[in-house]
């Protein structure tokens, strides 16, 4: 990787921590979701990056891909438990973290998910394999009493690719990729009071650009037109003219132009924690992107 490459991936990972950070300390009991989710997007394009993906803001049993949306009433309650995801991306080098709000009675669920990530980050290295990080991951979460979401996995990163090689599970796994030098990587444990698993709820707030595909519904078009400068990378139904959407999503879905992201939850009444840092592998371990500060 050029030195200019690494300095994108270090700066959108500086800009992503800091704004992360001050994402969280604006949850608060009463607070408005839809306020949050627009202020922290905000602030990250107004530093001239682009957005990676919509911030995703998931409560308590819901563990991931949850955004508000266009005219979301939902406010923050005590005892809520809130996972805010946020992706910066520079010229398409993308900074990928996460972190746990406790708004009350789940310390000890946010440090399992916080805990295990930092073990993993430990391993890292190349010639370690994805199953002995999802290994790693496991010991720690389920030492404190929990389970690791199984289903749910870390990812690589690419120029403009929120998902690519390799996968790195919450569990071991017999062998798994191998990390080599100059890969980088999102780690992201998930904790949970729950049954371990997550499934798709009815809701979804967010698609990506998957294929291009010939349309002839005009709202289905300017659709189309509105996500092009995106890349390929995320988009969320908050971001696009509402007029006609639901007709046209559906079609542009179902035509395999785009891919829909239900919002993912664990049992009724648990409780989900996560935690998540970007690196880089180098020759004797990584650099943490989004741990600079």
């Known amino acids: 990787m050029k030195d200019d490459e690494i300095e994108q ?4 990972g500086r800009i992503a921590e800091r704004i992360l950070h001050a994402g969280a300390g604006m949850v ?34 819901d563990a991931a891909h949850d955004t ?13 438990l809130i996972k805010l995801d946020l992706g910066v991306a520079l010229d398409g080098r993308i900074a990928d973290t996460a972190l746990s709000v406790d708004l009350g009675g ?41 389970l690791p979401v199984a289903n749910l996995t870390g990812h690589g990163l690419a120029p403009y690719q929120i998902h ?14 191998v990390l080599e030098e100059g890969m980088v990587v999102a780690i992201e444990p998930f904790a949970t009071t729950g049954s371990g698993r997550v499934s798709d709820r009815a809701r979804t707030e967010i698609y990506q650009q998957i294929a291009v595909k010939p349309v002839r519904l005009p709202s289905a078009k300017r ?14 139904r908050r971001w696009l003219p509402q007029e006609k959407i639901e007709i ?9 132009a785009l891919y829909g992201y239900p919002v993912l939850h664990d049992v009724a009444g648990s409780f989900v924690s996560q935690a998540e840092h970007t690196m880089i592998v180098t020759a004797d371990g990584c650099i943490v992107t989004t741990g600079q500060g």
């Open 9 to 12: 991936y270090l700066e959108a």
């Open 28 to 61: 608060t009991p009463g607070g408005s979701v839809l306020e949050v989710v627009e202020a922290v997007e905000t602030m990250v394009t107004d530093t001239g990056a682009d957005l990676a993906f919509p911030l995703n803001l998931s409560f308590n049993e």
């Open 68 to 80: 508000a949306s266009t005219a979301d009433d939902r406010l923050f309650s005590a005892g809520d």
């Open 106 to 146: 789940h310390e000890t669920l946010v440090a399992a998910s916080a805990a295990a990530l930092a073990r993993a980050i430990s391993c890292v290295r190349p010639g370690v394999t994805a199953g002995e990080i999802g290994a790693a991951i496991q010991t720690e979460i389920e030492g404190r009493g929990f």
């Open 164 to 177: 690519t090689a390799p996968t790195i599970p919450n569990v071991g796994i017999a062998g798994g990729a």
């Open 223 to 236: 659709i189309l037109g509105g996500i092009r400068d995106r890349r390929g990378m995320p988009f969320s």
């Open 248 to 256: 046209a999503l559906s079609m542009l879905v179902k035509s395999g």
